[in-house]
């Protein structure tokens, strides 16, 4: 059998955390098995639907380097497909017009919640008489269509991920609108019509829609089409073991880029969340998941998202970067935070800079604070730092400082501390601690002769120091 999977996003918000891990579960899935990876954009629901959210989901998963062979696919172009299909239910009488009115399903609903019932469309019109029919229209009653359920009927399915799943007909909710008075095909409709058409095996997919399953497969009995295998992944969990939402902070994959973390890393981190690798090992690139992927690993149990374990993955990727590759996934960052600089004209420095500050990286944007000190003119400093600086020999060392030819080197930097050294008769400690209390205005950081020697290339040493010392002359 050739693998056929998809990944469906409705592009209703960005690419959110938990569709990507689906997708890549499918991808990965795809390429174990040398089959084919399926985008289809699920836009059926116009008045939700938005243009740049379609584009964020596709660049999304570009950026995660989930390529997809067939795609992407969108539902709108396929509407006349979908209305043949629905003519085809009509014809076998497997599906029918329902004339209700807003007003009166909201009745229907109203009765059975004061009889402690839970809501189902009671299947009045399932029967109606031409003559019956005929009144609705002549009222100016728009029907949708329902799709028949047996309510008798027991659906069972062995699901890759879950085992042997039963569900009760009657419990699915009376006869469904498979769609609305407009024409406009509904999900559980349209998207068997579409698995069925595009041939998938496999429906990977979260747990979230197992009872859409058991409405699926109705639907698929009714169009003599083959069932796919069904697999329903976990959940992606917060700390207090609920699913992930907005109020979490972060949960479209376009946020966690604008927060720092790579692509490798997310992507390797993601796969953890659910699957559960056969030798323990947890740092892996996509390409060497691709033959340890299968869906027996997957767990049934909710995923707990992790900021620890991302932040360790993230901190390794951006290891593994050279100060080039690195330097250039900076830029953009320093960029968005107002940092003047040409990436082309300033390259070495960015590079020295990107090699100092990459040790204290646990994601991209660290770098906007971490750089803060060399980009731009030093504004403050913090308590630390003003009680450094107002150390008795503070004047006298910052005045020799001054008075000293800014390095170019690290040996002319460590020469220029020795003379303070000597002329102030103070120790070498009290010299590197007053200079960087001047230069950084902190006195937690990087190295501080390589700062210095960054800071020179700015030209920004002399104006602290001298900052600095006037700051002190201050009344
Ligand atoms: N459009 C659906 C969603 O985004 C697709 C679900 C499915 O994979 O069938 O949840």
Request: with cysteine; hydrophobic share 40%.
């Amino acid at each position: 059998m050739t693998v056929r999977v998809r990944i469906a996003p409705s592009p209703t918000g960005n690419l959110h955390i938990g569709t990507a891990r689906t997708a890549l579960f499918n991808w990965l899935f795809a390429r174990h098995h040398r089959g084919e990876f399926i985008l289809r954009i699920e836009d059926t629901d116009q008045e939700r639907s938005r243009p740049e959210f379609a584009e964020n989901i596709i660049n999304g998963l570009q950026w995660l380097g989930l390529n997809w062979d067939i795609g992407p696919i969108w539902q709108t172009q396929r509407k006349h497909r979908y209305q043949e299909v629905i003519q085809e239910l009509l014809d076998k009488k497997l599906a029918y017009r329902s004339y209700e009115t807003e007003a009166e399903l909201q009745a229907m609903r109203a009765a059975q919640e004061q009889q402690k019932q839970a809501p189902r469309y009671n299947n009045q019109h399932r029967d109606l008489t031409p003559e019956q029919e005929a009144e609705w229209v002549a009222q100016g009653r728009q029907p949708v269509i329902r799709f028949r359920i047996d309510d008798d009927r027991e659906i069972v399915w062995h699901d890759l991920i879950r085992g042997e799943m039963r569900w009760r007909a009657s419990d699915l909710g009376g006869d469904m609108v498979i769609a609305r008075a407009d024409g406009q095909p509904l999900y559980n409709f349209a998207v068997v019509v579409d698995d069925m058409d595009m041939q998938i095996s496999h429906v990977i997919r979260g747990e979230d829609h197992i009872a859409n399953t058991a409405k699926q497969i109705l639907i698929y009995e009714a169009l003599n089409a083959p069932l796919p295998e069904f697999a329903h992944t976990p959940l992606i969990l917060n700390a207090e073991g609920r699913k992930l939402s907005k109020r979490d902070g972060v949960t479209s994959i376009s946020d966690f880029r604008q927060m720092g973390y790579l692509a490798p890393a997310l992507a390797n981190y993601m796969t953890l969340l659910g699957w559960s690798p056969p030798a323990g090992q947890e740092l892996f690139t996509l390409e060497e998941i691709i033959p340890l992927f299968s869906l027996e690993r997957v767990n049934k149990a909710g995923g707990k998202f992790d900021w620890d374990k991302l932040n360790w993955i993230n901190s390794h990727y951006i290891r593994q970067l050279s100060p080039e590759q690195l330097c250039a996934e900076l830029i953009p960052f320093w960029q968005t935070a107002g940092y003047e600089l040409d990436p082309e004209r300033d390259q070495p420095w960015l590079l020295s800079l990107t090699e100092l500050i990459a040790p204290s990286l646990m994601t991209l944007k660290d770098a906007v604070n971490l750089a803060r000190f060399y980009m731009s003119e030093l504004t403050d400093y913090d308590a630390e730092a003003q009680a450094q600086l107002h150390q008795p020999e503070s004047p006298a060392i910052l005045t020799a400082l001054s008075q000293q030819p800014s390095p170019d080197t690290a040996d002319a930097a460590q020469s220029v501390v020795q003379t303070v050294v000597q002329q102030c008769g103070v120790k070498k400690g009290a010299v590197m601690k007053t200079l960087r209390a001047a230069l950084m205005g902190t006195m937690h950081g990087p190295d501080l002769i390589q700062s210095w020697l960054i800071l020179q290339k700015r030209h920004y040493d002399q104006p602290r120091l001298l900052r600095a010392l006037a700051l002190l002359q201050e009344p």
